[in-house]
């Protein structure tokens, strides 16, 4: 399903708020990422963004087997195997093993703040924004999938003069996308696959409303940079990259950055007690990357290759 708006209060669940960012957008940026998303990338290196509820991830490399956790879990959620804390469905994420846990090996992924709190939050930088011509950068996850509160808080950092970025997959009702979307001053639209049978297979998605959304988008005239993550074997044929050249110019794009494919986050997954199911694919060549640059150029795109996806 698409996102739609919400009804939930101007609260949201966020997962991570990283200060003093600069590879989130122009200048010095606070990077608030939302959590849950309607795709599920085989690709994707936050994990921990793509379900809506809050999680606990489990440090292996750090636990010291005391079970000290599983003694202080006040709902018997912890069994033991091989001294390995187990943590069951009947957790309650309350997070009371995480304080038991000296070793810090078991954090909870996932937090709800008010819409107060995290303007309050963001603020405390803005000297750093004004001075740096940075701003807020809302990521994800997708944080159109909690879009009354997001289009709260970019209302809010537009009365404070906060410029903001919006980072997007695009998979949203069109009306809740131009609401909402247009309200950034930037917006980042990641788009992985333009052939549809490819794309379903890769994000769990069709890639028609996320299309959709980024033609309605370019044809506002609102700033937008497309951001593809180059992932080799699977959006990086000669075929796939003629797609991208004519879906971008057709529908208007002009400026489109490349992120090399990276497997940073695939340990996440194991923390997570899930399976990282993309393989072992290895980071997109210079050359490769400076092919897929130069055909998108040739078009008439200005294209660039950014940091590690
Ligand atoms: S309390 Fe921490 S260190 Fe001890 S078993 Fe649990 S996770 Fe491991
Ligand atoms: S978060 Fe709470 S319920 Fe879940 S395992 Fe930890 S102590 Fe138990």
């Given at each position: 399903m698409a996102t739609s708006p919400d009804a939930a209060p101007p609260s949201a669940r966020v997962f991570n708020i990283m200060r003093f960012s600069t590879h989130d957008g122009p200048g010095i940026r606070t990077t608030v990422f939302f959590k849950g998303c309607p795709l599920a990338c085989?690709?994707?290196h936050n994990p921990e963004s793509q379900r809506s509820q809050s999680e606990v991830l489990y440090f292996e490399e750090r636990c010291r087997h005391c079970l000290d956790c599983a003694a202080a879990c006040p709902h018997h959620a912890i069994s033991e195997s091989g001294g390995v804390p187990i943590t069951s469905a009947a957790?309650?994420?309350?997070?009371?093993?995480t304080e038991a846990c000296a070793a810090e090996a078991r954090?909870?992924?996932g937090r709800r703040v008010s819409l107060a709190e995290l303007v309050a939050e963001?603020?405390?930088d803005q000297v750093f924004f004004e001075e740096s011509g940075g701003g807020v950068t809302l990521s994800g996850g997708e944080p159109l999938a909690q879009s009354r509160f997001v289009s709260s808080f970019l209302g809010a950092c537009r009365r404070e003069g906060i410029h903001t970025v919006l980072e997007t997959c695009g998979y949203v009702y069109a009306e809740t996308f131009r609401q909402v979307a247009y309200q950034a001053d930037l917006v980042y639209f990641d788009l992985k696959l333009i052939d549809p049978t490819a794309h379903h297979q890769r994000t769990g998605v069709s890639n028609r409303l996320i299309l959709h959304n980024l033609q309605g988008l370019a044809a506002s005239g609102r700033p937008v940079t497309v951001r593809i993550p180059v992932i080799p074997g699977v959006n990086d044929s000669v075929d796939e990259i003629r797609h991208f050249t004519a879906c971008l110019t057709d529908v208007g794009i002009r400026n489109v950055e490349l992120l090399p494919y990276h497997r940073i986050g695939s340990e996440k997954y194991r923390?997570?007690?899930r399976t990282y199911t993309l393989g072992d694919i290895p980071q997109p060549a210079p050359e490769d990357l400076g092919r897929f640059r130069d055909a998108l150029t040739h078009a008439g795109l200005h294209a660039t290759i950014g940091g590690l996806s």
């Open positions: 085989e690709w994707c957790c309650h994420l309350c997070g009371v093993c954090q909870i992924a963001v603020k405390r923390r997570l007690g």
